[in-house]
Each structure stands twice: as structure tokens, then as C-alpha cells.
């Protein structure tokens, strides 16, 4: 599908032949991908228009204009959720609307909900239907898969951690560090072992037997293919139950943040901080008379 957009509308023209991995986010400029954008002086009507007609919300909709919440998640997915609506929003950026049950249940304004791992703030809820709306930013869809979904498409939630919650999985920020391809799929009896190729500035903080998150699921990695910059993981049969990374196929992109304690190590490292621990604690004597 090909985005039209003239000074008044923006729409969805549907081609003959739909692409593999549909995205409506193709209007962010990104070195690494081509915009599809269309301009026309003359408004092209479209079934498929973005956010273009009044919503029916109940009166149990609410709005929420500054949200700044840091919050912590355990990569223990809670549900998958249905994109229900996603596209450019009245102000100006990007507006996802997803159907949840579980995550809903008790949900308030300015909530953090990972989204296949990426903390997002809700801005709108109905709990009448079901439904809450997440604000994404151009930066956030340059760096996470999130610019691939279409209505329809399955989503990993987490809600933020409570103090008193139970620590299942591990510390997951919801802030994605960049993304992998699944390059690889394999059956073994009713696991899944799935391969995923990344970037090496985020492969060299994989190591096996490690912590990483994929779209927002923590996982233990297996094993580490240095000269192919790819990983491996193992899912069981009740983990594809449960997450939407079993549904994606060779090509498709997930979101990784990997363990935030090798990046605060290797920061350490490199600041000097390790060296100034040991001149505090062996002090130079050598030029003591």
C-alpha cells in the first residue's frame, strides 16, 4: 500500500499487489528506507483514510496532553493486543490505538505500556471497548519494528512494574536499542529456535546464556554467531502461546534492548572509573623518598 496525502487529508491507496511487510510510516525520512509519499493537489477519497473521520468514543474516554513517566518492566509479556487504528493524529504525530483485555483492566492516563517493548504512554482509553491509545514519536518509529504494523497485526503487552510484583523475567526499560531480522527458523520436538541478525554495536553486548529482550519478551540467549552478527533463542512451546514472535517470518524485523548492565559496564571501562578505584586504593608510592 502507497500513502496519498494532499494539504488536507492523508489516505491509504491500496495496490494491486500487496507488499510482504506493509508500513504507513514510510513519510519518515531514514537513510536506510525509501519514502512512498504521494502528493496530490486533489483530494483522492479512500475507505482505508487514517484518523480522518470522528471517532465514537464513549464518555469513559479521556485525553491526556503531557505525559512523563520513566517506568521499569520485567519482559514478562501479559498479552498480545490487536492494532486496532495507527496514523498521523489531529496533533501533529502519530497515534496507535490498540485493543487490549488484560492491560486495560485497570489502566489511568500517562500509564507506561510496553508495546513489543517499547514504552509508550497512554494518552486515550474507552475500557467500555476495550481500547487505549499510545502516542509514538518520528524517532521511535525510526528505531523500533512499530513502523510495520497494520491494523490487525498482534502486539506483545506489558504493563509497568508495580514495587510490589513479583521480578519474573528481568530489568527491561522499554527503551529498544534498535532492531534485528529474523533470519533463521528451525523446529526442535514443540521448541522453536530462532536465529536473528543485528547490528554489531548491539551484537558485542549479547553474550550467550545472557539476558535480551525481543519485542519486549525476555529471553535467554543461546548462542552467539560472531561472524555471522547473529544470535540464536530457544522458545517453548508455551512461550508461542504467549508472544507474537512465533507469527513473524524470516525477513521481518524485532525490537532488541539488551541487558543495561553490560552497557553500564563497558561505560565504566571507558570513563576511567575502574582505574581511579585502584589509584584510591593503592596509592603511587614508588616516588615517596
Not at 24 to 40: C, D, E, M, R, V
Not at 125 to 136: H, K, P, Q
Given at each position: 500500500m502507497v500513502l496519498s496525502t494532499s494539504l488536507h487529508s492523508l489516505c491509504i491507496i491500496p495496490h494491486t499487489s500487496q507488499s510482504k511487510i506493509p508500513s504507513?510510516?514510510?513519510?519518515?525520512?531514514?537513510?536506510?528506507?525509501?519514502?512512498?509519499?504521494?502528493?496530490?493537489p486533489i483530494f483522492k477519497p479512500s475507505t482505508l483514510s487514517l484518523f480522518t473521520q470522528p471517532s465514537n468514543l464513549r464518555p469513559k474516554t479521556q485525553n491526556f496532553r503531557s505525559p512523563t513517566i520513566r517506568s521499569l518492566f520485567t519482559g514478562i509479556v501479559e498479552e498480545m493486543g490487536e492494532i486496532k487504528q495507527l496514523g498521523m493524529a489531529n496533533h501533529g504525530g502519530f497515534d496507535l490505538k490498540i485493543h487490549a483485555k488484560t492491560v486495560i483492566e485497570d489502566v489511568h492516563l500517562g500509564d507506561s505500556i510496553a508495546v513489543n517493548g517499547t514504552c509508550l504512554t497512554v494518552t486515550d482509553?474507552?475500557?467500555?471497548?476495550?481500547?487505549?491509545?499510545?502516542?509514538?514519536a518520528p524517532e521511535t518509529l525510526r528505531k523500533t519494528s512499530l513502523s510495520e504494523l497494520e491494523p490487525g497485526s498482534l502486539v506483545n503487552l506489558e504493563r509497568a512494574i508495580q514495587p510490589t510484583g513479583r521480578m519474573g523475567g528481568h530489568f527491561v526499560q522499554g527503551h529498544v536499542d534498535g532492531t534485528g531480522e529474523i533470519v533463521g527458523k528451525q523446529v526442535e520436538g514443540d521448541s522453536l529456535w530462532i536465529k536473528v541478525k543485528t547490528d554489531k554495536n548491539l551484537l558485542k553486548y549479547v553474550v550467550p546464556k545472557g539476558f535480551i529482550a525481543i519485542d519486549g519478551t525476555s529471553l535467554t540467549v543461546v548462542d552467539v554467531f560472531e561472524e555471522e552478527l547473529c544470535f540464536n533463542f530457544m522458545l517453548v512451546a508455551y512461550t508461542q502461546q504467549k508472544v507474537v514472535i512465533p507469527l513473524k517470518e524470516i525477513g521481518q524485523k524485532v525490537n532488541l534492548e539488551v541487558d543495561i548492565l553490560g552497557k553500564y559496564v563497558e561505560r565504566l571501562l571507558s570513563s576511567g572509573f575502574v582505574d581511579s578505584i585502584k589509584d584510591s586504593r593503592f596509592p603511587d608510592t614508588h616516588n615517596k623518598n
Open positions: 504507513i510510516f514510510n513519510l519518515l525520512k531514514s537513510p536506510l528506507a525509501k519514502t512512498h509519499i504521494k502528493i496530490n482509553f474507552d475500557t467500555y471497548l476495550g481500547e487505549f491509545t499510545v502516542g509514538l
